[in-house]
């Protein structure tokens, strides 16, 4: 199954190509006011667009709502053609909003953004980054395609940068990229007022990024904004900000969110005798804090929060949530059952537990179930694993019991994650097999619906599986079926991943001439998306695939091999034979990554907040980050079991393979193992784990029968099961991770 299967082809994977550089410039960050000529060069001057300051508030496309007062009439006068082209992106960019809490007349939230993923960021530590991701991208292209009508090669200038929301600033640090891309050139001046903010500092080490002069610091507190008026409200009244909070934090505009927030503190305290919604808003304080890499920060207010909460059903929240973050930005699974079970006891104290009391304690046993796993990965001692993933085994079912036949829709979502994170134990302890078909039945109710941004995340889910467990022909046509769904839904972010892991199986069964074209199409598709790691990966894909099959490397990747890896296009220029040319690509550090258990729902080249220290999932599931394929040019894809190959790496420190474990084997984990310091290295990964086997089959059965039951409801919301990532510095979460979402991917 190859990527041909996808018609028509989007007219980037036409283009034959794949040659481009990284912008290297673009955006000036200006923290004193100084002479644009002296900044940017006398050409500049009559380039220059002023652009004028947005208010205070961070309100959502404050910033590009100025640029476009500019722009419009301009592109009307000028290439009213281009507002056709974009005109879907255009009408969001510029719709009126009605009533929603803040005032009326406001422009859109740009990105529609359902109530369940609003009211599930500011109940989970959750991001929302897939979506909104291909709607900046799409904003991006049309200002490349509007900013003609201001000149040729504008320099905009931008006053009040740092008042710009990070929704803005986004948009416009694509649009710089893709216009370098194209050869045009955009460049951006901002201009501080204010000072600095967090943003600026994460944006300022960006490699199209120039400072003059040192960044004001970020504030402790976020700066005031006069007028920011919040109606008075009621817990689970009409008028509760929740919602507008969830937004803020849903489209990662945090300034908004911290602004929102203190407005409605500041509100609510004056009122007295309302301690719950205090402790609740300094809860959302928290998350925001979280999102934005703010972990000890975060905890602290999570604390601050425990010790104002009365209710509960909130302790046991707030002790949940601390557990939560200190697992996965601490790493530290001991303090976490320490909070786990201080929630646990909030919730056991109550003579009859509500809905929310057991939905509650359903997450926190997923919690345990998440720290169980870790350390049953993380530890050498096999009797002390095997008991680790038994334990997780069996808090996840407990979990699944209590919220089994609960109606409403929070249990369902509930019911169907915890489903999901009893799939993935399956596959991280080796029962590739029964993980599958157990996938496939919970997975039954979402994919009836016939949404197809439901099977996307399955096929690939199902493909993965199937790769690992050596049954490569079914795995390409998995791959195959998830590419012709992400083709139609014009979905270049998941494109990309598909193409890749296609090609990464295509590798694995010998067929260099079909790995060889979705790499390309990967790589394709990478750099109009001008991601820069996964170029490099795509390309490096590529050139293994020609090398591994003796093929000629055509002049468009010639190109792009002598930007990307030179001394391995050197050495191709002088006619090397195989064996050496495979030396000079590892030489080059010309790497692929092997496919993760899940599609990647954290996109740093959009959301432009730094990488996360650690990959949980490709931790739990033993799945290297990157790995050198040399000794597929001796040895055959397949060992004798036909079982997945493992290829040990080379040129790279296990360390850097699988973040956060020392020595990981290479590539997809087989069923044997040769070493006793590796991480992945034990009797589960390959399936033998000592995990009661009846403790498992019972719980599956009877999790498989209720997911599927009848009367579930027919539809959930896709915003509340699409790709959402974890926080600014959070990992890429496994479907372990209390706050996944439905589809397997996202988090409530």
């Given amino acids: ?52 300051p947005p208010g205070v508030g961070h309100d959502h496309l404050c910033g590009l709502q100025e640029l476009l007062a500019v722009l419009l009439p301009a592109v009307r006068g000028t290439l009213p053609e281009v507002l056709e082209r974009h005109a879907e992106v255009v009408g969001l960019l510029t719709r009126q909003e009605g009533p929603d809490g803040e005032g009326t007349g406001r422009r859109g939230r740009f990105v529609p953004v359902s109530e369940t993923a609003s009211l599930g960021t500011t109940r989970r530590i959750s991001r929302e980054s897939h979506i909104t991701a291909g709607w ?45 891309q194209q050869g045009q050139g955009v460049t951006v001046r901002g201009l501080l007022r204010d000072g600095g903010t967090l943003f600026l500092e994460r944006l300022s080490r960006l490699r199209a990024v120039r400072v003059c002069a040192a960044l004001p610091p970020a504030p402790d507190t976020p700066r005031g904004a006069p007028g920011l008026a919040v109606e008075p409200w009621r817990s689970g009244g009409p008028a509760s900000p929740l919602r507008a909070i969830g937004d803020a934090i849903a489209l990662q505009n ?22 719950d919604d205090l402790a609740d808003l300094i809860r959302l304080q928290a998350i925001s804090e979280a999102q934005t890499g703010r972990i000890d920060t975060a905890v602290a207010k999570l604390e601050q929060s425990l010790d104002l909460a009365e209710k509960p059903e909130l302790r ?44 509650e304690k359903a ?69 590739h097999r029964q993980a599958e078909d157990f996938l496939r039945s919970v997975s039954a109710t979402m994919l009836g619906t016939g949404r197809p941004e439901f099977f996307v995340p399955h096929h690939y889910a199902i493909a993965v599986l199937q790769l690992r467990r050596g049954s490569h022909e079914e795995a390409a046509a998995s791959f195959g079926a998830a590419v012709r769904v992400a083709g139609e839904l014009r979905d270049p972010f998941h494109l990309e991943k598909l193409f890749a892991a296609a090609g990464y199986t295509d590798l694995r069964r010998g067929d260099h001439a079909d790995a060889a074209r979705h ?64 030396e000079a690509l590892t030489r080059a550090g010309a790497e692929i990554a092997p496919p993760s258990s899940k599609l990647p729902s954290y996109l740093a080249a959009i959301d432009l907040e730094g990488l996360p220290d650690r990959d949980l999932n490709r931790f739990l599931a033993g799945i290297t980050a990157r790995e050198n394929p040399s000794r597929l040019l001796g040895e055959g894809a397949r060992s004798a079991s036909g079982s997945v190959k493992s ?57 498989a029968e209720a997911v599927a039951a009848p009367g579930a409801p027919a539809t959930v919301d896709a915003a509340a099961q699409g790709n959402t990532a974890g926080t600014a510095r959070a990992v890429p979460r496994g479907v372990l991770d209390p706050a996944e979402a439905v589809a397997g991917r996202g988090r409530r």
């Fill in 1 to 52: 199954m190859t990527s041909d299967a996808v018609a028509p082809r989007p007219a980037w994977l036409q283009d034959p190509t794949l040659a481009w550089r990284p912008a290297a410039r673009g955006v000036v960050l200006c923290a004193q006011p100084h002479d644009l000529a002296d900044c940017l060069g006398p050409n500049a001057v009559e380039a220059a667009v002023d652009i004028g």
């Fill in 136 to 180: 900046i991208d799409r904003a991006a292209r049309f200002l490349v395609d509007a900013l003609p009508a201001l000149g040729g090669r504008p320099v905009l200038v931008l006053r009040a940068f740092d008042r710009w929301d990070r929704i803005s600033v986004r948009i416009l640090y694509r649009t710089v990229l893709i216009a370098d």
């Fill in 254 to 275: 945090f300034e908004r969110a911290d602004l929102l927030i203190a407005a409605h503190l500041e509100a609510v305290g004056t009122e007295g005798g309302r301690a």
């Fill in 519 to 582: 790499y390309r199409d990967a790589a394709r598709t990478a750099r109009r998306l001008c991601d820069e790691p996964a170029f490099a990966q795509d390309l490096a894909g590529l050139l293994w695939a020609l090398t591994l099959g003796g093929s000629r490397w055509d002049r468009h990747t010639l190109t792009a091999a002598r930007i990307w890896y030179p001394e391995a296009a050197g050495a191709y220029d002088r006619g090397v034979g195989g064996d050496e040319l495979a």
């Fill in 647 to 703: 290829v040990e790496m080379e040129g790279s420190s296990g360390a850097e393979r699988v973040a956060g474990a020392e020595g990981a084997s290479g590539g997809l984990k087989p069923a044997e193992s040769d070493g006793t310091s590796r991480v992945v290295d034990s009797p589960v990964a390959g399936g033998t784990s000592g995990v009661a086997n009846s403790v498992v089959a019972e719980g599956v059965s009877a999790t």
């Fill in 363 to 431: 997450w926190i046993l997923n919690g345990l179930a998440l720290a169980a796993a870790i350390d049953a990965r993380g530890t050498e001692d096999t009797e002390r694993r095997d008991a680790l993933f038994k334990e997780a085994f069996e808090l996840e079912f407990d979990a699944f019991r209590m919220v089994r036949e609960m109606p409403g829709d929070s249990a369902f979502y509930l019911r169907y994650n915890l489903s999901h994170n009893l799939a993935f134990l399956l596959q991280i302890t080796g029962r």
């Fill in 316 to 359: 046991a929240h707030l002790n949940y949530l601390i557990a939560l973050l200190v697992t996965k930005r601490k790493d530290d699974t001991q303090t976490a059952r320490d909070y786990y079970l201080r929630g646990l006891e909030c919730i056991d104290a109550l003579d009859t537990p509500g809905v929310d009391a057991q939905v």
